[in-house]
Structure formats: structure tokens, C-alpha cells
């Protein structure tokens, strides 16, 4: 037995050992990539055990996540802070080794995989990032930006919708960075793929434009070896390497077959597969020459001190750059930015406007972005709707990746895992539109930016009936609620250009949170506010208009029917009625704000409150209760002239007071 | 000018005058492929305007349904029931024209288009129920079944994720009667697409094992014609059909650029576009020898009373199977499936047994299965997970199509679409499973099925952190809500077998909702019932286990959180309160019962009440208000044994026993 086919069996073993603790896991695709994984991480991968978060260091990921004991076992073997406790704790609460790879979790796991093909859209949003990042901040003889992105997948990834969006965008780009190891191993959870799945892949991707390493012998190190040097070689084109495996490789009576993919070898089975790959050890037990020979910490320091030396030497030639990148990497606003930011809310608010909120959006990008360097933006073929192309963007493209936006094509998914793929990476605030209801196309992709705790952003337009004559295909009922209920995401629906502002500046300052931010296609009333309210937009609801004495009743409203309520408050007002307006741009942030605030906005004492809002009426009982009211919708839009559909399914002013009556009694 | 050229500009015309009649809407789709549309329809397509649900007719499906003009023109050319006056109403309340086309809206218009690359999966779907309800009824010299579908189709559609995974599945079942018609035009909205679409299609769909013929001049008949006897001929692979088109062909100065794509193209543009395509009449005015040679009226009438014949001839020789076909194709159950189902329910109720929902819903299959041929069975690479490959299911593949269940693979969101496809066709029920979490990939198909009152069936399994070990990646939490909120869909979550069957029978009967049935990984305590409350599970909502006097507080749970609910009642009475468990399997359905039914189930006199559900806490405060309170998740799941999860999130008895405890007071 070869060296390299010895260590490679420490990842087998440990995997085999670990899910069968667990009871439950996916032993087969680890087992099945281990050769690959050898050669790559051993010979090829630069990182630093000692510093995960090494800046240029290389991504590795593994789109195919299910296969985590892959990872943990490449983590743990190469010196990362990773015990081999932590990989006896797999699938256990609170352990660092979940079934999947989460992100955070884990040192060395660079993002959250599991839902296929999302790994691999991140990888390309990381060499994307690699890429621009590259092309704005190197400069002759400063490479000082300069990794390789890696993916591992399965024949799942490539089956799913979004491998399609996220390659052929990779293809256009010239991502020649990116390099995708395909575990070719003709089995999937159902059986042999044959029955499902005859692409030709390598003809696939080479209409994508991709370079491709075809017929690749997965268990052969030296061919392996020969595919990376040769993916590496080509720095224009991204590079799929599809390598023939078996899954479950060592296991005597279960390779090959669907029964080691996602359950325990079993202890029998196990017994007999350390005997098959020679592999005399015990259960989590690893020799200290395996070790020793795998470990990556004393080169991985060797490294990153010849990259700092680099940094130094690029420090000292360009300064201001090097500061620029330090801040941008170091995820950072200007200094200037909050103050920017409060002064220009405050300039709008002093100089009303009734913009759609979708353009007030691009006067916001257009204040902020030239301060901006790291804004990433981009539309999935939706710019001239989407309003997101300010001034100062500029197409990226194969040729140039100096730019700061990307045209999507019309790839919704893809554009949102890659925004969380731009995001992990670093460098950059990315950003990336389309309408509302598309993304529903994408939806999975905007959980997981909150699951990983990512700072995305995400702008919606044309956010309710209110797009009109295009109809209910593309008229948000019940999308709005669906952002609001993700764990994690702060979904903003401002009523003005000011709330705009201030939805954008949030977004921006976001660490640990993405942001949906909602605009509306059509012109939006500009509301009055005090400087304590302007203030308080930030909070995520306020009061908008108030009662002299204490309110009866309270209309809560967001976006477009923010001015319905403000209207029907003066009604109600005028009947004698006792009423306050509670904007609420986000009640993810308002939910955030101390019990005392809510209260001051919401007091428990008033139980008659309507909500207003162009959506599904079911989300709002949360804040009016079983004896509250909602002006919404509780059916699909239609197709008509915005201005007919408001009418049609009543939401508008006499039918907010009519409401409001109805509880005053 | 050929008499072809002059036919199609009548499409051209009716569309720009619609469009600018409506001041909104996209004439450059419609302009682009009219000659197209001109051989397709008068040359090929077999229907009947006289009776557009002839079930024999050829399929036509506009996936780039923002150019609704070019089928509303052809539906009206051809003679289907859309007068002159509708097309002025393009885009304008209670319509027949709506801004995309909508199902049920348009006689001719087979399936809602907008959301790109759908209309082609639902094309898929078609053509699948094509070729499996041919191969299941069709008999030598007897081809009762034998119609093509035909898809036109964008850019747009081709950068979608769907495209992929439709266009692979449709190439590995060998859907030979599909032919599909990309026009390649070159424009998307953002410009010329050679900035974000670069793939050589006609490879890419080589490498899907489909028919390409590529470079076809989609402005000369010839050609066209040509191409689509080439599609015909191969009866073994779909066919991509690739046309050239010049986008808004005949407008001198938009044509061939994005402006003329989704933006009337102005008055005085018109004017000069009718010269340049000499159409010399009047805005929606068609001479009668234009209509005449458009007219399919007679040649409708004719193929179908043909078919009429062959029909009678097929029902003389095969009346069982005649006989079968018509029930199917009527979308009726056996006349035994009401007594069956009322039956397996009540044997269930009387033998406990306490099975995960999914073995339940596999055990429902195993009974119904049988006696309904009409079911098309189907998972996404998850049958092993999901349970759906019940015992009679045989999987259908290109060379047998006779079967009744599909390999999906790793594709929910093809899966979806191909679902409704199916169920716009016709003859089928069709089902398709995934884990609920991978909803999300296919949310916009399960919207859409709403949208046009279609009861495909979605099986949704692992339905909450219940699913334990594979962690937050895998484990929902909103989305649940988000199919509850979702218009005209009937979502059940059943907390054992007894409900699960019932939610499968609602399902089946159901002729214009779609049902989304959400089961569970583990196991599953069966409750007990009186045959009133066997009965009453079909309402969607209704008391479980009741105080003996009026209730001072009420349970509210579904799914696995029944049987906690019912514990913690027990333990409440034991206290010496009176309280209330209300099993809740579809909200939806509770909501269309009487005013009185939901009186009785939730007195409103009532306010102390507690909900129970391992998923998000929003949700439920439409039915406990501001004082109840709920037993729910707020945040994402973990990777950990279920049981540990459940202790960890607190949705315990204890935790209800607790919250109950602090209402009562």
C-alpha cells in the first residue's frame, strides 16, 4: 500500500468510526473521496491550521455536506482546533462537529453545507470574490490576493437547478480560480443514478465554458495530482474534474452501493473493512506518524509569514490601498459612514419627496456608494427595474473583474448563494435584486444567509399588488411574511425615501444579520417626522402620528399603507376618535428593541388596533390579537392598474376607518 | 411579402396595439417568434377551438408568458372564445387577457406562465402524462392517446436553474413528443445577453440526450417548417428547436434591442412599424380573409370527430379500459374510494398502532393504491426517506412509460412543476415527495399550483427538528407557516395514522387545491376518538379531548405536539383545571368551516389558550391572540438525537403544563 493511500485511510477510518457512534451519518462519501482529498489538502491546499481566517488563504468546500466526517477528519488530521473528543461528538448537541458543516460552528469550515448545490454556488461567489478583489487591489509584482477556491460535490449537487445557474455564470465570468472535484460515483440516495441522472456531464460544463478533466481515477493519486496541476495551469476557465470513485471505497460487501451512503457500516462491516484497508488501529485511534505526515500547521505558519512579509512590502508601496483592503477584510465602514448616513436621512426628511421606494433606493446607493468600495451589487436581469445600477457601478466581466456589479442573468438562486459566497469570503457588502416574488426562486439560499449568520443583502422590488398589470405571478401576498418568520433576517418594507435610508444604512452596518429589503414599484408619500423620529426609525416601528391623549385605537402599517393609515388616523381624528399611527418598517428589528419601548409603542392597554398592509392578513394577529382587525389580503393578486387593484381588494383608506369604527364601536 | 409573412404580421399588429392600449406589456416576444407561431399553428397544432378541452389536443405551452400577447393573438386568430374587445382589455381588471397568461382565465391557455423556466417544466409534465397515459391505455392499432406538446421559450427560461433539471429528467425518460422552441434572440431585459449568457445551448442540451436542431432562421417558414417535421420525426428524444429571432422583428427602430421587449412601443413607432410591415389596417383590425385563413374551427371539428370515431372503436373493444380512461380523464375517483377511505380510517382508529406519519402515509398508499390507477408517484432521490414507493409503484423510464411512479432525483424543483404539468394534462393524481425543508427549492411550483387551483399533491417529510441528527440545514421551522399562509393551499400536519389517512383522502378528493402533506421522521402516540371525532379530522380542526365543563383553557397543537398537548391536559386536569385539547391538522381547512363550527371548536368567550408546535411562534398568535401564548420555536434548529432537541427547545409537556399554568393564574 502506498503512503498516500495509508493516510487517506485515517480519513476512512475516522469517518466509518464516527458515524457509527453517532448511529447515524454518511460514511460512503468520504470513504469515496478520501484519495482526492489526500492529495489536494496534503500537496496542493494553502491554509493555515493555526489561523482559519487567514485572509488569502485557500476555500475549501463541500457542497456535497452531507459527507461532513470528510471535512472534520481533514480539520482534525491537519492540526486544526479540532480534537479528537470534538469528532466523538459527532451529531451530538453543542459539539463542533454537526451533522452537516455548519458555519461557525467548526474552525476551517467556511460555509454551511447540506442543501445541494448551494456549496457549490458559494464556492463560485468566493472565487468571484477572490477575483475582484484580486483585480482592485493587486498591483505589479503585489499578488497580494491570490487563492484558489476548491469544491467538492456530488452527483445531488449536479442534479439540482442551481449547479446550472452558478456554473454557467462561473463559465461567463472566467473564474480560472475555481476548481470543482465531481464524486463521480454513480450512486445516489434512490439507487444508481442511471435511472435518473445521464447527462453527459464533461459536455455540460463544456458548453458553460468550463475546462473539464474528465475520466479521472478517484482512487489513483497520481492522476489526481496530474487533474490539479493541470486545473491550476488554466487560469482563465473554472475547472471540473470528474473523477470515478467508489462510494464507500474499503468497505467489502457495501461499496459501491446505495446502503454506505447515508447509515453506520455497521460494527461487523467495519471490522472487515479495516482488514480490506489495512488500517490495524482501533476506533478513533491515529497513529502519530499518520499525524505527523498529515499535519499542515508548520507549513501552513511557513505560508501566511511569507504572505505577511508580502503584506508588508505592499503596505509600504501602497498604503492607502493596504488600508483600504485591512478595513474592507476586516468587514469595517468608513469612519464617515454613520455620519454620512444620519445626514443624509436628515436632508430627505428636510426636503420631502414622493419617489417609489425603489428609486429612493438608488438615490441612497448613489449617496452612499462612491464612500462604498466594497459594495457588490448586481440584479438578476432586472437592473432597469430593480433600480440597482447606480453612478458609479460597473459591470464586471471575464476580461475585467475590477468592477463592483455583477449581471446575474436571470438566476435568482445562484445570485443569492453566491451573494453568501461573496459574503463568507470577505471584502466586500454584497447586495443583489430581484422582484419580490422571485425570491421565492431563491428562497433557500436567503435561509441560509441567516443560518450562517451572514450579513447579505437582498433588495425586492415591486413588493405587492401594487406592481399591478402583470399580476398574480408576480404580485407578493404572502412572501412578506415568510422573510419576517426566517429566523434571523431583519426584512425592512419602508413607507418613504427616508425609511429607505435608513432600511439601506441598517443593511449596511448589519454583522451577524441579512437584510431583505423591500421597495415598492410605484411613487410613496413622503411622512412627517420629528428628529426623535427619525431617530427611531431604526428601531423597526414608531410612533408615526399620535393621539393628543392616550390613543384608543392604534393603525399599524409598513411601506405603501403607511399613508392609508395616516389618512384614515386624520378620518378618525376628525370623528373625535382618539388614534396613532405605529410605523413599522421591520418587526424583525422592532422585536429586537426592550420591553419598554415596545410597550411605549404598543401598550398592551389598547387592544383595538388594525394593521394595514398589502399582504396576508394571518401574520398580523400577531400584533392585533384575536379582537384586532387587518386591512390585507387573503388571496392572490389580479392582473389590472395598480390604482384599480387597491380598490378591488380594499385596502384603502374607508376601509381601514370602516374597520377602525367597527372596533370603536 | 409571402400570404405566411402577412398571416403572422396580424399577430404582430394585434400585439403592439394591445400593449399600447394597455400602456403596458411586451411586444417583442410576440413580434419576434410570430412566424413561429404562424407554421406551429396553422401548419401543426392539433386542437380545437370549439372544444379547447378535447382531450386528445396537442399541448401548448408559452413559458416566456410575458409575451401573453402571442398566444391571446393566436387563441383569437384561431377562433377560441376571445373576442376582439377582450384583447382590448389586455391587462385590465376581470379580463380575459391578463398581463401573463393565467389558467382558467383564457380559454386555450393550457397552464399560468411568467415565472420563467415553469411553463417548460410544466411542458415536461405534459408531456410526461402524455406518454405514460399512452403507454397505460393505448392498444395496438388503437393509439387513443397520441399528441405532441410544444413549448416556446427564452433566454430567461434557459438561465433558470428549472430548465436544467426538467430538460435532464425529460432526456433520460426519452419525452420524444416534446418539442420545445428557444428564441434566441439575443436580448434580455438587462441588454444583449452576451454579457451574463455565454453557454452553447444546443450542446448543453446534447449532453441532456434531446434532439437540437440549432440555427434555425425563425423568420423563414420554410426552415421552421422544416425543423419541426425533423422534431416530429424522432419519436425517441425531445427536441430543442433553436431560432434566430430578431426581438420586435418589424419595428425599424426598436427591433433586435431590449427597448422594445417589455415597454409599448409608442404611437408613432407603431405607425411606422405597420408600414414597414405592410399591414395596412386600423388598431385591432383584422380582415375577414385573415381570419378565414387563421380560422381552425372546421379542421378542430374535423380531427376530433375523427378521434369521436376512433374513440367509439376503442371503447367497442376495450370497455373496461375506455371506461377507466374517461374517469380518469374526468378527474373522478372509483365510486368506491369514499367507502374505502371511511373504512381504512375507522379499521385504523379501532387497531392502534403508533407509526411515523410517514409510515403511515406509506401504509395509506399500500391501501388506496391499488384501486387508483390514476396515481403518479414520485420522490426527489428521497423514496427511502419519504416513503413513497409504496408496493404497487414500478417506476416509469424512456423505453417503459406504463409505470406509475418517477425517479425524480435531486430536482424538487422540476419535480413541482412536472407535478402540475401532469395535473393540467389530465388522468393523473400525482404526488411528489422531498424533506419539508427542501420545499424551498420549489416554493414558486407549490404557489403556482394554488394560483391555477390545481390539486397536485406535495409529500413533505422530516418535518421538524423531530428529524434530529442531519441538524438546522435539514430541520424547518417557517415553513410550515409559509404553506399555511400561501392562498388556496390546504396544508396537514397529522399527528398519527388515523389523521394521516384522512389527510391523504382530503388530498385525493380534492379538485381545485392542492394539499401539502407534512409527516413526520419519528414515530408518532395514536390518539383515541369517538367516530364523531373520526369524522370531524376531515374539518381540519376539531376537540380532541374536552373538560367536562366549559374549558377555562385550550390546547392547541398539531403533528408529533398532539400527544404533548394531551399530556399536558392530563396533567392541567389533575390540577383541577378544565381544559381543552384541539387537534388542528389543517388550519387551512379549520378556516373554511361555519362561523359555528369554529365557535364550538374555539369558543371566542375563551381567551386563555396555549398553541403547540415544534416551528415558528409567529404563526399561531392568529389563534391564541396577545394573552395566549405558544410552545414553539424561534430560532433555527441543531444537529442532536430528537429527543435532546426537543428538551433543548423546550417543547416538552412540562414547557405547557408551565405556560397553561401562567394563564390560568
Redesign the interface.
Known amino acids: 500500500m502506498s503512503d498516500r493511500r495509508y493516510l487517506a485511510n485515517a480519513i476512512r477510518a475516522l469517518s466509518m468510526d464516527a458515524v457509527q457512534q ?1 448511529k ?2 454518511h460514511p460512503g462519501a468520504p470513504m469515496g473521496m478520501a484519495d482526492i482529498a489526500e492529495v489536494l489538502w496534503r500537496d496542493h491546499l494553502k491554509h493555515n491550521p493555526n489561523n482559519p481566517n487567514w485572509a488569502d488563504r485557500d476555500r475549501f468546500v463541500l457542497s456535497n ?2 459527507g461532513s466526517m470528510l471535512i472534520y477528519s481533514l480539520l482534525h488530521l491537519t492540526g486544526y482546533e479540532l480534537s479528537i473528543d470534538d469528532l466523538k461528538q459527532f ?5 463542533k462537529t ?3 458543516p ?1 458555519y461557525g460552528y467548526t474552525p476551517g469550515v467556511e460555509t ?5 448545490g448551494q456549496g457549490l454556488a458559494n464556492a463560485v461567489g468566493m472565487a468571484l470574490a477572490e477575483k475582484t478583489l484580486a483585480a482592485q487591489f493587486n498591483r505589479e509584482s503585489h499578488d497580494i490576493i491570490d487563492h484558489h477556491t476548491y469544491a467538492f460535490l456530488g ?2 449537487c449536479l ?7 452558478a456554473c ?2 462561473a ?2 465570468l472566467g473564474l480560472g480560480k475555481l476548481i470543482a472535484f465531481y464524486d463521480d460515483n454513480g450512486i ?3 439507487g444508481e ?1 442511471e ?10 460544463f ?4 468550463w475546462q473539464v478533466i474528465a475520466g479521472v481515477d478517484g482512487h489513483d493519486s497520481a492522476a489526481v495530482q496530474k487533474a490539479i496541476e493541470q486545473a491550476q495551469a488554466n487560469e482563465q476557465q473554472p475547472t471540473l474534474i470528474i473523477c470515478k470513485t467508489v462510494i464507500g471505497f474499503g468497505s467489502p460487501n457495501k461499496q459501491g452501493k446505495e446502503s454506505c451512503h447515508g447509515a453506520p457500516l455497521g460494527d461487523d462491516e467495519i471490522k472487515v473493512t479495516r482488514e480490506q484497508l489495512g488500517w490495524q488501529h482501533g476506533p478513533f485511534e491515529i497513529p502519530a506518524d499518520v499525524y505527523q505526515q498529515w499535519s499542515a500547521k508548520d507549513r501552513g505558519d511557513a505560508i501566511e509569514a511569507s504572505w505577511n512579509k508580502r503584506w508588508v512590502a505592499y503596505e509600504h508601496e501602497y498604503p492607502k490601498l493596504a488600508a483600504e483592503l485591512k478595513r474592507r477584510l476586516n468587514g469595517e465602514l468608513p469612519g464617515n459612514f454613520d455620519q454620512l448616513a444620519t445626514e443624509f436621512a436628515k436632508q430627505l426628511q428636510q426636503n420631502p419627496d414622493n419617489p417609489a421606494t425603489r428609486k429612493a433606493s438608488l438615490n441612497t446607493l448613489n449617496k452612499f456608494g462612491p464612500e462604498l468600495g466594497e459594495l457588490l451589487g448586481g ?1 438578476a ?5 430593480n433600480l440597482t445600477l447606480w453612478d458609479g457601478a460597473q ?1 464586471i ?1 471575464a476580461d475585467d473583474a475590477s468592477g463592483n456589479y455583477v ?5 435568482e ?2 445570485m443569492s448563494a453566491i451573494i453568501n459566497g461573496v459574503t463568507l469570503h470577505g471584502g466586500f457588502k454584497a447586495y443583489g435584486a430581484t422582484f419580490l ?2 425570491m ?2 431563491a ?2 439560499a436567503v ?2 444567509s ?2 450562517m449568520k451572514q450579513p447579505s443583502i437582498f433588495v425586492y422590488t415591486h413588493d405587492s399588488i401594487g406592481l ?7 404580485q407578493p ?2 412572501q412578506i ?2 422573510l ?5 433576517l431583519n426584512c425592512w418594507r419602508p413607507c418613504d425615501a427616508v425609511e429607505t435610508a435608513v432600511a439601506w444604512t441598517e443593511a449596511l452596518k448589519s454583522k451577524t444579520t441579512p437584510n431583505a429589503l423591500v421597495f415598492s414599484r410605484q411613487g410613496m408619500s413622503q411622512q412627517q417626522r420629528s428628529d426623535q423620529q427619525l431617530t427611531d426609525i431604526a428601531k423597526g416601528g414608531y410612533v408615526l402620528r399620535d393621539s393628543d391623549d392616550t390613543p384608543e385605537l392604534i393603525l399599524i402599517a409598513t411601506g405603501s399603507e403607511v399613508d392609508i393609515a395616516v389618512q384614515a388616523a386624520e378620518k378618525l381624528t376628525e370623528q373625535g376618535n382618539s388614534v396613532r399611527v405605529v410605523s413599522m418598517p421591520s418587526t424583525d428589528v422592532f422585536e429586537q428593541q426592550s420591553a419598554d419601548y415596545k410597550e411605549q409603542v404598543l401598550p ?1 392597554a389598547v ?1 383595538k388596533r388594525v394593521a394595514v398592509e398589502a399582504a ?1 392578513e ?2 398580523w ?2 400584533y ?4 384586532g382587525a387587518v386591512v390585507g ?4 393578486g ?4 395598480a390604482g ?2 387597491f380598490k ?1 381588494f380594499n385596502i384603502t383608506v374607508e376601509a381601514t376607518v370602516e374597520k377602525a369604527n367597527a372596533l370603536l364601536g
Open positions: 453517532a447515524s451519518g455536506g452531507h451529531r451530538q448537541l453543542d459539539s454537526p451533522g452537516h455548519e454551511t453545507t447540506g442543501p445541494l452527483d445531488g442534479m439540482e437547478g442551481i449547479s446550472h445557474e454557467s455564470l463559465g461567463t445516489s440516495i434512490d443514478v435511472g435518473w441522472f445521464t447527462d453527459d456531464t464533461a459536455k455540460r463544456e458548453s458553460y465554458n440584479s436581469d432586472l437592473a432597469g427595474s459591470g466581466t449581471y446575474y442573468g436571470v438566476r438562486f445562484a416574488m422571485f421565492e426562486y428562497r433557500n435561509r441560509m441567516a443560518l399591478g398589470e402583470d399580476g398574480p405571478t408576480h401576498v404572502e411574511a415568510n419576517r418568520m426566517t429566523p434571523n398592551a387592544t396576508i394571518d401574520f394577529y400577531k392585533v390579537g384575536l379582537n389580503m387573503n388571496s392572490f389580479e392582473s389590472a392598474p384599480d387593484l378591488h
